[in-house]
């Protein structure tokens, strides 16, 4: 599983393989939604139902659905000293209200234990 990935020609079609993948690992699902907020929005013009289903190049999504022992992906460059960069493989061990804890799979931070707020 550390070597392999799916590739897909749109956005979309990533969602739908994702949310099926999910779908078939064991257990209780997590969710866990961004904060958005439009600044200085003082005559509520950005209603945040119309933001959240926002998805520009570069921003994550809203919503972000995961399972104990489910692969995840990182997109960022948290922490990369620590393994944390762009494209690092890590398998969900816990996550709690803020907190997932991971494992990371590859490269040279194999084995490694990490803690990323959401």
Request: glycine share 6%; net charge negative.
């Amino acid at each position: 599983m550390t070597q392999r990935a799916i590739l897909s020609s749109t956005n979309e079609n990533v969602d739908l393989i994702n949310e099926k993948m999910i779908d078939l690992f064991p257990g209780e699902t997590k969710e866990f939604l961004s904060y958005d907020m439009a600044i200085d929005d003082i005559n509520n013009y950005y209603q945040l139902e119309f933001l959240n289903i926002l998805l520009p190049n570069g921003v994550l999504p809203h919503r972000l659905v995961l399972k104990i022992n489910c692969p995840i992906m990182l997109l960022r460059n948290l922490d990369p000293s620590n393994g944390l960069y762009n494209g690092s493989r890590m398998v969900c061990r816990q996550f709690s209200t803020h907190v997932i804890h991971a494992e990371i799979t590859t490269g040279q931070y194999s084995g490694k234990h990490v803690f990323m707020q959401r």
